[in-house]
């Protein structure tokens, strides 16, 4: 059995959770709490597998309960959002960058046409991040501290123009990306594509949160939309992302790949094709096998191919397939990322 925790203020909405969580036999609910007060309390006494967490509660807010779960008794989070409205956003995703794993949307009522799918998700991400084994973190500056420089590292065979930069993450991806972000010096001077695997609805927060952490712009791409230099564009929601020639966005509907659209394979394919050795993919934190073998594709078109060391990953899923796969030039922590890419595009 899986046993849950859902904090959440509202007993309405504690009770449609606990019913829908307990509708699959392999869950169990040990326990609710009201705010992140009790749900420490609770936490101590019946420590569940996993959290399902609410943002705004009444004195301890879910950002405040998961930053200090994390730094105490380290436990898998689902934050389970009701609302993606601007004002909750914020403190969605500083809980994200706190240790939490996934975003879901609530489910709406039961009469709803999206609850049976809204459910299912639910109880997936509820599953799947019950299996992630998450470790104490300790409280720290949110200062990104860049690595110390790599051109000593770079690949001697690297002198053409680098055109595109793809990035490929999943769980636990949002926070790299700020620290990868963060770590670009202003008036970075190359297009950054990236396809983040997140629930439906919150992309566009995640472009606003990214942005104002990183000082970097990122925008939710369009359809022909041209890429400019010192600009990151998300996959939106729904559509895979890439590039035609030309170096404008293209979008596409077709089927998912490796059960996910947004994929990262999908953008990684695209880039190989359209830029070959003018490209760079970088493959973050993140389950299953997404963008894997097509990093590997990347690198023999001559790309320079990155992927997140194990030790900073939350899941080495889909770095680790990579370099089973040898599609792996290097393997970096995130601020090593950054740093080198902030030197190859320099020189």
């Not at 909405?13 to 705010?35: C, H, K, M, W």
């Not at 509660?57 to 934050?79: L, Q, S």
């Not at 939490?100 to 509820?126: M, N």
Request: charged share 20%; aromatic share 4%; proline share 7%.
């Amino acid at each position: 059995m899986i046993k849950v925790l859902i904090v959440e203020d509202s007993p309405v909405a504690r009770e449609f959770l606990t019913y829908i969580l307990t509708s699959d036999p392999a869950i169990q609910v040990v326990g609710t709490a009201n705010n992140g007060m009790e749900a420490l309390e609770i936490l101590k006494m019946h420590k569940p597998d996993v959290i399902t967490m609410d943002i705004h509660m009444p004195m301890m807010d879910g950002f405040e309960a998961t930053r200090r779960i994390m730094e105490t008794i380290p436990t898998p989070i689902v934050i389970v959002s009701g609302s993606i409205g601007a004002s909750e956003l914020p403190s969605t995703f500083r809980a994200i960058e706190a240790g939490a794993l996934a975003l879901v949307r609530r489910p709406a009522g039961i009469d709803h046409s999206a609850f049976e799918a809204a459910s299912r998700e639910l109880i997936q991400t509820v599953k799947l991040m019950s299996e992630i084994k998450v470790v104490r973190r300790l409280a720290r500056s949110s200062k990104v501290r860049m690595a110390a420089p790599v051109s000593g590292q770079l690949s001697p065979q690297r002198t053409g123009t680098i055109r595109a930069i793809a990035i490929g993450a999943s769980t636990g991806g949002p926070p790299v990306l700020q620290k990868i972000l963060s770590g670009l010096a202003p008036g970075f001077p190359v297009p950054v594509l990236i396809v983040q695997h997140i629930a439906q609805g919150f992309v566009q927060g995640l472009a606003e949160w990214l942005s104002s952490l990183s000082g970097f712009p990122v925008s939710v791409a369009s359809h022909s939309q041209p890429i400019l230099p010192g600009h990151a564009y998300l996959a939106p929601d729904g559509f895979h992302l890439g590039l035609e020639r030309g170096l404008r966005i293209s979008l596409s509907s077709l089927p998912p790949e490796n059960g996910l659209r947004p994929s990262v394979s999908y953008l990684f394919r695209s880039v190989a094709q359209v830029l070959g050795q003018a490209a760079i993919g970088v493959l973050l934190t993140g389950m299953g096998r997404d963008g894997a073998e097509e990093l590997k594709i990347m690198k023999e078109r001559g790309a320079l191919t990155i992927v997140q060391d194990e030790e900073s990953c939350i899941v080495y899923g889909m770095p680790g397939e990579a370099v089973k796969l040898d599609a792996a030039m290097y393997v970096l922590s995130p601020e090593g990322i950054a740093a080198m890419l902030a030197e190859l595009v320099k020189k």
